[in-house]
C-alpha cells in the first residue's frame, strides 16, 4: 500500500510538472513536458488506473500537437480513445475521436478524418463532440470536392456552436461555410 501511495503521488507530481513546463510554450520545455506525461503514463499503468491513464495520454496529445508532432499526436489520442472504450465513457471516447479526426485533417488525410469523426458522432451525440466533429467533417468534405454538403454541414455545426454560445467554434465554421460558397 505504502508503495501504490508513493508511486501515485509520483505520477501526480510528473502530471503536475508537464502542466508546469507546458504552459511556457516552448519547445524544449513541451518536449520536457512529453517525457514527464509518458514517465506518469508508465506509472498509472503499473498501478491499473486506467482513467489516470487516459487524461495523461490526451495531455501528451495536445503536447505533441502543439509541436507538430501529428502521427505521435494522433496515437497518444487513439490510445486515450481506447483505455476510454474500455472503460465505457463514450463521451471522453468521442472527444478523443473527434480529436483523431482533427489531427487527420491536419496530416491532409481527409477521409480519415471524416471516418474518426462519424465514429464520434456515434458514440456520443452531444452538442460540443457534434460541433466539432461537424466541423471537421464540412472542413475534409469542401477540401474532397463535395461543396454543397459541405455547406450543409457547416450550416449545422454553426447552429450547434451558436446553441453552445462558443464564438470560436462559430468564427471556425464561419470561416469553413465562406470558403464553402466560394
Given at each position: 500500500q505504502a508503495t501504490y501511495e508513493a508511486n501515485k503521488r509520483k505520477a501526480t507530481s510528473l502530471t503536475a510538472e508537464a502542466k508546469q513546463l507546458g504552459s511556457t510554450w516552448t519547445a524544449a520545455s513541451i518536449d520536457a513536458a512529453i517525457k514527464r506525461y509518458v514517465a506518469a503514463r508508465q506509472i498509472w499503468r503499473m498501478l491499473q488506473d486506467r482513467?489516470?491513464?487516459?487524461?495523461?495520454?490526451?495531455?501528451?496529445?495536445?503536447?505533441?500537437l502543439t509541436l507538430s508532432r501529428f502521427k505521435e499526436a494522433q496515437s497518444a489520442f487513439s490510445d486515450s480513445h481506447a483505455i476510454y472504450e474500455q472503460l465505457k465513457d463514450s463521451r471522453r471516447a468521442a472527444e478523443l475521436l473527434a480529436e483523431v479526426g482533427d489531427v487527420h485533417f491536419m496530416m491532409g488525410n481527409h477521409?480519415?478524418?471524416?471516418v474518426a469523426c462519424e465514429q464520434a458522432l456515434a458514440l456520443d451525440n452531444g452538442d460540443r463532440v457534434k460541433a466539432r466533429a461537424l466541423t471537421i467533417i464540412a472542413e475534409a468534405t469542401h477540401l474532397l470536392g463535395d461543396f454543397s454538403?459541405?455547406?450543409?454541414?457547416?450550416?449545422?455545426?454553426?447552429?450547434?456552436?451558436?446553441?453552445?454560445?462558443?464564438?470560436?467554434g462559430q468564427a471556425r465554421a464561419s470561416r469553413r461555410s465562406r470558403q464553402s460558397r466560394s
Open positions: 482513467r489516470e491513464e487516459a487524461l495523461v495520454l490526451e495531455e501528451a496529445g495536445k503536447a505533441f477521409r480519415q478524418a471524416i454538403r459541405a455547406s450543409q454541414l457547416v450550416t449545422e455545426a454553426i447552429r450547434v456552436w451558436q446553441s453552445l454560445n462558443d464564438p470560436e
